[in-house]
């Protein structure tokens, strides 16, 4: 820092209350003149026509950027059925083979789901070709399924598109009961056998969709926002627009030799000035048009902010004289209230600026005692807690990927096999379980998301292994909003599946049981099977470890890190409350019992 304003801040924090009151007086009056004089430098240049044009041409450019990539995005979600082979073949299909038709829209089908599901504003899709095919797929409508499309006067055109367009807004006349006001995406299909183009994809996209993406910020002036179609001479607006306005500018837009993105008109004595960006789905135009007369309000804007400013500012004066000495002694109060709360033992340092007067004396001497009873507490809570959280990392970094390995793999399998059902399914289990594992919740959660990890776990065990494991669930509800630790069940149940289970076991051979129920304060946890039991020289490590609580770590647990790394947790989430046991005996199975306290 400069010399000259070091010197000039240790006075300042020298000074007595009083000499910074009168400074801070100053300081107010003086700020309502910066103020003054940058909202009028401000307000004058936005009046200008110079940036009003520049901000338009940004507006509208960003704007129609925005619609452009919504209906690239939009026509980009249908891209995988495009290339389905499926749907290629329904391509060349005879309109009167009526049994392949619907093979082939059996297979391609699931494709149109997502975006349909998702995207609420498509009331549906729309197939054309010559061959005179018509299917259409829609959650929302039906179709009229004797309408005659090459007989409209809109649809007909369709069959002369050779790259992607918007429509003009138009009714769906061809569903059932009620037709609602769309614009139609008209995407020609490429035959890629031939590599000709010989039908058309239509999405149907509501009306008020395209119309919202038209609302936005006017810039202080009162101007419209349209859409406007060069060739029909359509405009769609969220304004009802004079059709003189609109005459006169479509008149002007044609008589622009230099195809000028702005320019200005007049209409009905009034001057406009009118900016546009092209839209590259048909003849589309984003077009912002504003009276210049709004342009011109900056300056009285100023001048109305600048008398506002004053009376605001007498009435700050007159405040800060009177109420102001509360304001001084609120450093007192906050140290009064610090002082309570560390009598109930809270330490709640007092904030406050770089003071070197009385009561910023006093404060930062109460911080400092603060802070050093703080430290002195920290050391002997962190000597506790080391060790602990040193136990934590390293079996937090025992998590194994192999599940996850697996079951991206056995993904891959269904897809490949184009069981797309399989796939969705298997995909929203693992999504939901992946979600429930790295959410941040401080490693709890209620015991009915522990339970839905599990099914969801067995769901992906059956698509793995073909085959579904009869599982029994006993939950008291009473405990379903229970806090229990994260993944404290799952283990269990895997190890179970993965010892003791096999795709050549019948359902009288194993059958999973989890039941949790309540005893007092607290809650009972039992996971049995009935299936291969533990071998005797397994059982007598897992003694072993229960009974050392974890401290002598046999060589077995390197490898079998589960069984190890939850009952850890266990110890460390509930402490010497926990009881755990394991029993297994030959033809009666496993049975793993844990008792915790309900927190």
Do not use: C
């Not at 797929?137 to 009229?144: A, E």
């Not at 697996?406 to 399989?422: Q, V």
């Not at 069984?563 to 755990?580: M, Q, T």
């Amino acid at each position: 820092m400069h010399p000259v304003l070091q010197s000039l801040k240790q006075r300042m924090e020298n000074l007595s209350l009083k000499h910074k009151l009168f400074i801070l007086l100053v300081s107010i009056s003086i700020l309502p003149i910066t103020l003054v004089s940058y909202s009028s430098q401000y307000f004058m240049f936005r009046s200008s026509t110079e940036y009003t044009s520049s901000i338009s041409t940004q507006y509208v450019e960003f704007l129609s950027q925005d619609i452009s990539t919504y209906l690239q995005d939009l026509s980009q979600s249908f891209d995988d059925l495009f290339t389905n082979s499926d749907f290629q073949k329904y391509l060349d299909t005879p309109v009167d083979d009526l049994t392949s038709q619907a093979n082939h829209i059996i297979n391609f089908r699931p494709i149109l789901k997502t975006p349909l599901q998702f995207r609420s504003e498509i009331l549906g899709v729309l197939y054309l070709d010559q061959m005179g095919k018509v299917y259409f797929d829609s959650f929302q409508k039906g179709l009229n399924y004797g309408y005659p499309f090459q007989e409209d006067v809109l649809y007909n055109t369709f069959y002369q598109m050779d790259k992607p367009e918007l429509t003009v807004p138009h009714a769906m006349n061809y569903t059932q009961i009620s037709q609602d006001n769309v614009f139609s995406l008209v995407r020609p299909i490429i035959n890629l056998n031939t590599g000709k183009i010989a039908a058309w994809f239509v999405i149907e996209i509501r009306e008020d969709k395209i119309k919202k993406m038209l609302r936005g910020t006017k810039y202080g002036q009162e101007g419209h926002l349209l859409l406007y179609h060069d060739t029909i001479g359509t405009a769609v607006s969220n304004f009802q627009m004079d059709s003189s306005l609109l005459h006169d500018f479509k008149h002007s837009l044609d008589s622009e030799l230099d195809h000028n993105k702005e320019f200005i008109f007049s209409s009905q004595n009034v001057k406009y000035e009118a900016t546009y960006a092209d839209i590259p789905y048909g003849d589309w135009k984003l077009v912002w048009m504003a009276p210049l007369s709004s342009m011109t309000k900056g300056a009285q804007q100023a001048n109305h902010l600048t008398i506002f400013i004053a009376f605001i500012s007498l009435a700050v004066a007159l405040i800060i004289a009177y109420p102001v000495m509360r304001f001084v002694l609120l450093p007192l109060f906050k140290l009064k209230d610090g002082m309570k709360s560390l009598g109930r033992g809270a330490y709640v340092p007092i904030k406050i600026q770089h003071s070197n007067d009385e009561i910023g004396f006093l404060i930062k001497s109460y911080n400092q005692t603060l802070n050093e009873l703080e430290i002195m507490e920290e050391e002997v809570y962190q000597s506790k807690i080391k060790e602990k959280e040193r136990e934590l990392l390293q079996l937090q970094a025992q998590i194994n990927p192999h599940f996850v390995f697996n079951t991206l793999e056995t993904i891959e399998s269904y897809a490949i096999r184009n069981n797309g059902e399989a796939v969705g399914d298997m995909v929203q289990s693992v999504s939901r379980m992946m979600r429930y594992t790295v959410r941040n919740d401080g490693g709890w959660s209620p015991l009915k998301e522990e339970m839905a990890y599990i099914r969801n776990f067995l769901n992906i065990h059956y698509y793995r292994n073909g085959k579904d494991v009869m599982a029994k669930f006993d939950i008291d509800p009473a405990l379903l909003d229970v806090p229990i630790m994260k993944l404290s069940i799952q283990p269990f149940v895997e190890n179970a599946i993965k010892y003791g289970w096999s795709p050549n076991m019948s359902a009288e051979e194993f059958l999973l049981t989890v039941k949790v129920k309540i005893e007092g304060d607290f809650m009972r946890i039992m996971i049995q099977n009935t299936g291969t039991h533990i071998p005797s020289t397994v059982m007598d490590k897992l003694s072993t470890m229960i009974l050392s609580k974890g401290e002598k770590l046999d060589p077995y647990f390197q490898k079998h890190t589960g069984i190890y790394n939850v009952y850890r947790r266990f110890l460390l989430a509930y402490g010497d409350s926990i009881e755990i046991s394991i029993t297994s005996l030959p033809i009666q199975g496993t049975l793993i019992d844990i008792r915790v306290p309900r927190v």
